[in-house]
């Protein structure tokens, strides 16, 4: 195989006089991924989804959206080990699919996480209020954006340091609560409760089916951000090595965690506690991480798992802000953005595409300071479909990745990995993101909300088209034939 050189630079430690530098290590990568999927979904909203669900149907979902997720780094991982390069998913849309499709999923992807960057400064200063009510949110705000800002400009290392420790506290904290947990369940520590929470009431499948499919949404986003190792692809050192490493060990840490949690804490808090369906950033006393600290007597449980948020949401806004970064920066190189974007910093930083996707972010945030918040939450629904629109991509790339290499004659052992359960797996994985998608709105329904904000729960999927179809109707681009396809193999 030759490939190892991209239009991002040759698949080593050194830098590209025009392109990223490949500085982050097989430990960053794994970090990124596993710090883009542990946040607030697991120290807070994990006790409303046993509360809705029950512990066993909030298990079934956790590991249902777990298998699929998997499943998508599987594709992505095969499509990232063998063509290496910034913007990745949107990239591999352009080459395999059409550049209608590529302009689209990539656009799509850098909106997600610009407006996510705004959504973490929002929650940042929700965090501090904890310990410093009388400061003024934007004061907080303001100041993160300064720091997520100075991170991702000093370096692609910098960031990825920052991000491996970000990553490890969070890491850790999940560690210590599962092993404190366990020895809990175990009557090591205190009185084990045996599996009385399992049984009572309607446990351990709440509200049966429909219990279930709500959490399954919730749960989709908890495990969103582990398509980061695709961006940061393009800036990985000998990613033929460092990628399939990752994605090896990524799904089974992740998956871990949320299930290990999930099991825990429905054993030590019965699913009608009050406080699981109360949990909320700005309440973090009652996430159910701090009850169970408590409960083992750990000093100042509240500030501790505070602490940890506000590492989460700032590990959340410094790999938002460098994915999306990333992305309009490859989106700039294929002609998509403007060419002023493509500006590299003497550290080979995209340091124009970096200044405008904070400048979106600020811009987010202040929507959400004017008026009744209307504009923001608008911002926030636009985006929300984005990270599931993104996967179904992924899926899609890689059926089409698979086809130009069936199309070209080649033969998989020339891949450095090869994704398992191909075709069945991909299949798999993009039906469940379509009907993922499609069931976006049955909360509304079900909660009998007006059609107007059942409508809004797909506001995201006419933008996606929108932006699809407008670059074809534009640039009349055809689709890639699979025969031809640039596979970077030759």
Same mark, same amino acid.
Not at 173 to 199: H, K, R
Not at 223 to 240: C, D, K, S, W, Y
Not at 302 to 308: E, K, R, T, Y
Not at 325 to 337: I, N, Q, S, W
């Given at each position: 195989?030759?490939?190892?050189?991209?239009?991002?630079?040759?698949?080593?430690?050194?830098?590209?006089?025009?392109?990223?530098?490949?500085?982050?290590?097989?430990?960053?990568?794994?970090?990124?991924?596993?710090?883009?999927?542990?946040?607030?979904? %697991?120290? /807070? &909203?994990?006790?409303?989804? #046993?509360?809705?669900?029950? +512990? *066993?149907? $909030?298990?079934?979902?956790?590991?249902?959206?777990?298998?699929?997720?998997?499943?998508?780094?599987?594709?992505?991982?095969?499509?990232?080990?063998?063509?290496?390069?910034?913007?990745?998913?949107?990239?591999?849309?352009?080459?395999?699919?059409?550049?209608?499709?590529?302009?689209?999923?990539?656009?799509?992807?850098?909106?997600?996480?610009?407006?996510?960057?705004?959504?973490?400064?929002?929650?940042?200063?929700?965090?501090?209020?904890?310990?410093?009510?009388?400061?003024?949110?934007?004061?907080?705000?303001?100041?993160?954006?300064?720091?997520?800002?100075?991170?991702?400009?000093?370096?692609?290392?910098?960031?990825?340091?920052?991000?491996?420790?970000?990553?490890?506290?969070?890491?850790?904290?999940?560690?210590?609560?599962?092993? %404190?947990? /366990? &020895?809990?369940?175990?009557? #090591?520590?205190?009185?084990? +409760? *045996?599996? $009385?929470?399992?049984?009572?009431?309607?446990?351990?499948?709440?509200?049966?089916?429909?219990?279930?499919?709500?959490?399954?949404?919730?749960?989709?986003?908890?495990?969103?951000?582990?398509?980061?190792?695709?961006?940061?692809?393009?800036?990985?050192?000998?990613?033929?090595?460092?990628?399939?490493?990752?994605?090896?060990?990524?799904?089974?840490?992740?998956?871990?965690?949320?299930?290990?949690?999930?099991?825990?804490?429905?054993?030590?808090?019965?699913?009608?506690?009050?406080?699981?369906?109360?949990?909320?950033?700005?309440?973090?006393?009652?996430?159910?991480?701090?009850?169970?600290?408590?409960?083992?007597?750990?000093?100042?449980?509240?500030?501790?798992?505070?602490?940890?948020?506000?590492?989460?949401?700032?590990?959340?806004?410094?790999?938002?802000?460098?994915?999306?970064?990333?992305?309009?920066?490859?989106?700039?190189?294929?002609?998509?953005?403007?060419?002023?974007?493509?500006?590299?910093?003497?550290?080979?930083?995209?340091?124009?595409?970096?200044?405008?996707?904070?400048?979106?972010?600020?811009?987010?945030?202040?929507?959400?300071?004017?008026?009744?918040?209307?504009?923001?939450?608008?911002?926030?629904?636009?985006?929300?479909?984005?990270?599931?629109?993104?996967?179904?991509?992924?899926?899609?790339?890689?059926?089409?990745?698979?086809?130009?290499?069936?199309?070209?004659?080649?033969?998989?052992?020339?891949?450095?990995?090869?994704?398992?359960?191909?075709?069945?797996?991909?299949?798999?994985?993009?039906?469940?993101?379509?009907?993922?998608?499609?069931?976006?709105?049955?909360?509304?329904?079900?909660?009998?909300?007006?059609?107007?904000?059942?409508?809004?729960?797909?506001?995201?999927?006419?933008?996606?088209?929108?932006?699809?179809?407008?670059?074809?109707?534009?640039?009349?681009?055809?689709?890639?034939?699979?025969?031809?396809?640039?596979?970077?193999?030759?």
């Amino acid at each position: 195989m030759t490939t190892r050189t991209t239009r991002t630079g040759p698949a080593t430690d050194s830098a590209s006089a025009e392109g990223l530098r490949r500085s982050l290590r097989g430990r960053h990568l794994t970090m990124i991924s596993i710090g883009g999927a542990i946040g607030t979904g %697991l120290f /807070v &909203a994990s006790g409303s989804t #046993i509360s809705q669900a029950g +512990p *066993g149907g $909030a298990l079934v979902a956790y590991a249902a959206i777990g298998v699929m997720v998997w499943l998508i780094m599987q594709s992505l991982g095969e499509m990232a080990a063998c063509l290496p390069v910034a913007g990745s998913f949107g990239e591999y849309g352009t080459r395999f699919v059409s550049p209608s499709f590529g302009f689209a999923i990539g656009w799509n992807y850098w909106f997600n996480w610009a407006v996510t960057v705004a959504a973490e400064l929002v929650a940042a200063a929700l965090v501090m209020k904890f310990w410093l009510p009388d400061v003024p949110s934007i004061v907080w705000s303001g100041l993160f954006l300064l720091i997520l800002f100075g991170i991702n400009a000093l370096s692609t290392r910098a960031y990825g340091e920052s991000e491996f420790w970000f990553a490890t506290i969070k890491v850790a904290a999940v560690v210590v609560f599962l092993v %404190l947990g /366990v &020895a809990m369940i175990a009557g #090591i520590l205190g009185d084990s +409760p *045996g599996a $009385a929470n399992w049984t009572r009431g309607e446990a351990p499948f709440v509200g049966g089916g429909k219990g279930i499919l709500l959490v399954l949404l919730v749960a989709g986003y908890s495990f969103q951000g582990t398509e980061l190792i695709g961006t940061a692809a393009g800036e990985a050192a000998h990613p033929e090595r460092t990628i399939p490493r990752a994605i090896r060990t990524i799904f089974w840490r992740i998956l871990l965690f949320y299930v290990g949690a999930i099991i825990v804490i429905g054993f030590l808090i019965p699913y009608t506690d009050p406080n699981l369906l109360n949990t909320s950033e700005e309440n973090v006393s009652i996430s159910p991480f701090t009850l169970v600290f408590q409960r083992v007597g750990v000093l100042g449980a509240a500030s501790l798992m505070n602490a940890v948020i506000l590492t989460s949401v700032l590990s959340a806004g410094t790999s938002g802000l460098y994915s999306s970064t990333r992305m309009l920066f490859a989106l700039a190189e294929r002609g998509h953005a403007p060419r002023f974007l493509k500006r590299l910093s003497r550290h080979q930083v995209p340091l124009n595409a970096l200044l405008a996707t904070t400048l979106v972010g600020l811009t987010g945030f202040l929507t959400s300071l004017i008026g009744d918040g209307r504009a923001y939450e608008l911002l926030l629904t636009v985006s929300a479909l984005a990270g599931f629109i993104t996967w179904a991509g992924i899926s899609w790339c890689h059926w089409k990745f698979r086809a130009a290499l069936k199309a070209q004659n080649h033969d998989l052992g020339e891949l450095p990995y090869r994704a398992r359960f191909f075709p069945a797996g991909t299949i798999a994985a993009l039906l469940a993101c379509v009907a993922i998608i499609a069931g976006q709105a049955y909360e509304p329904v079900v909660s009998g909300a007006s059609l107007s904000d059942i409508l809004m729960s797909y506001v995201g999927i006419p933008f996606f088209f929108a932006l699809w179809w407008g670059h074809k109707l534009v640039t009349r681009a055809p689709r890639v034939d699979p025969a031809t396809a640039d596979l970077g193999l030759d």
